[in-house]
């Protein structure tokens, strides 16, 4: 999978794919290539986000997946400019008729109506709540929630009902929102995770090119806590022969700051992210990117992904073993394996409304 040569440096510059081709289910495949004809000037320039509202008829997505913890989540983005390379999401971008590589995070969809579509899922009659999980596929803290506050609207709407959420992210933005959260996380209303994959700041800008630098994420961590929030730390995921190395370091970075717990995931390479990884790898770390990959396959049964339940998150084999062990290790040296305590279900409540008529007692 070449690079197209128009799509240089500069064009490519904080963008984690080194390619835009097309999506799986189109009829012709195709990929840009330099004939000659492109200007300088346009050669140079840099690759624009467009981000578009998009319609939808309900926000609650759920899911039977008996190897992720929740059930129902909430995704205000499709498509994500934080640009991580290893992103699962990124398949889902060709379900839109776009690529997986650059559209993915140069062309993106919010759902301008979340607040309003969720406040009337729980408003129904027999709603029954469950955790719901906000970010489990796109970061709901993608810089472009800071003007559209899409996120901050969905939060405000659970605040109001008194629903207990989860919610993930690897940007500093959400400390925006201690004000809501704190409390929250007080009331046993919310837990936050802050996805922290390395403590290089080189290597997260190659690999994860627009979100928060590693030392911005330990410090919401520790804002986070401060407020009364649980945070969780994410070491997600864990390549072997290039981030794992630093598994116990982050674990005990993010300890100090006021996690108390820890998860870890390791590297998943579905569909199309196999190809867009392996060409970052050899573009941006080619003195590794053979030895990253042999290790990969010893984890998935000699191909490049397993997306068997109960082995997608792990891995198989001595290699998945010592990373699962070193995970159990770091975490119990950490003090992050206390068990969570439960959240509270039972405070939901649908908010009177204008006009509704009051209960007698």
């Known amino acids: 999978m070449a690079t197209p040569a128009h799509l240089n440096r500069v064009a490519l510059r904080g963008r984690g794919a080194r390619s835009n081709a097309t999506g799986r289910f189109e009829t012709y495949r195709s990929e840009s290539f330099d004939d000659g004809w492109t200007e300088a000037d ?35 983005y499709r498509g994500c400019e934080h640009g991580c390379i290893y992103c699962y999401a990124r398949p889902a971008h060709a379900y839109l008729g776009l690529s997986p590589g650059l559209d993915f995070e140069s062309r993106l969809f919010f759902k301008p109506e979340a607040g309003r579509l969720l406040e009337r899922e729980l408003s129904k009659p027999g709603y029954k709540p469950q955790v719901i999980h906000i970010g489990g596929d796109t970061d709901p803290y993608q810089p472009q929630e800071k003007s559209l506050r899409v996120t901050r609207a969905v939060i405000e709407t659970l605040a109001r009902f008194s629903h207990p959420f989860t919610i993930i992210t690897k940007s500093a933005l959400i400390t925006r929102d201690l004000d809501v959260l704190g409390p929250l996380g007080k009331a046993g209303l919310v837990r936050a995770a802050v996805s922290v994959t390395t403590l290089d700041r080189k290597l997260a800008r190659s690999m994860e090119p627009r979100a928060a630098t590693p030392e911005r994420r330990i410090d919401a961590i520790r804002q986070l806590a401060a407020a009364g929030v649980p945070v969780t730390v994410m070491f997600a995921p864990s390549i072997p022969s290039l981030n794992d190395h630093e598994m116990e370091a982050v674990l005990q970075r993010a300890a100090e700051a006021g996690a108390t717990s820890a998860g870890y995931v390791a590297l998943r390479l579905p569909l199309e992210i196999g190809d867009l990884f392996q060409h970052w790898l050899r573009t941006d770390h080619p003195d590794r990117a053979k030895r990253v990959m042999s290790l990969v396959r010893q984890m998935r049964g000699g191909a490049v992904n397993n997306s068997e339940w109960g082995q997608r998150m792990t891995g198989e084999g ?15 040296k950490s003090g992050l394996d206390a068990p969570s305590q439960r959240m509270d279900v039972g405070s939901f409540k649908v908010p009177a409304r204008a006009g509704d008529q009051l209960t007698l007692f």
């Open 42 to 76: 346009e050669a140079a320039r840099p690759l624009t986000t467009i981000i578009q509202p998009m319609k939808s008829r309900t926000i609650i997505a759920r899911n039977d997946s008996p190897d992720i913890g929740f059930n129902a989540s909430i995704n205000p």
């Open 318 to 332: 001595p290699v998945a073993e010592v990373m699962n062990q070193r995970f159990l290790i770091a975490r119990r």
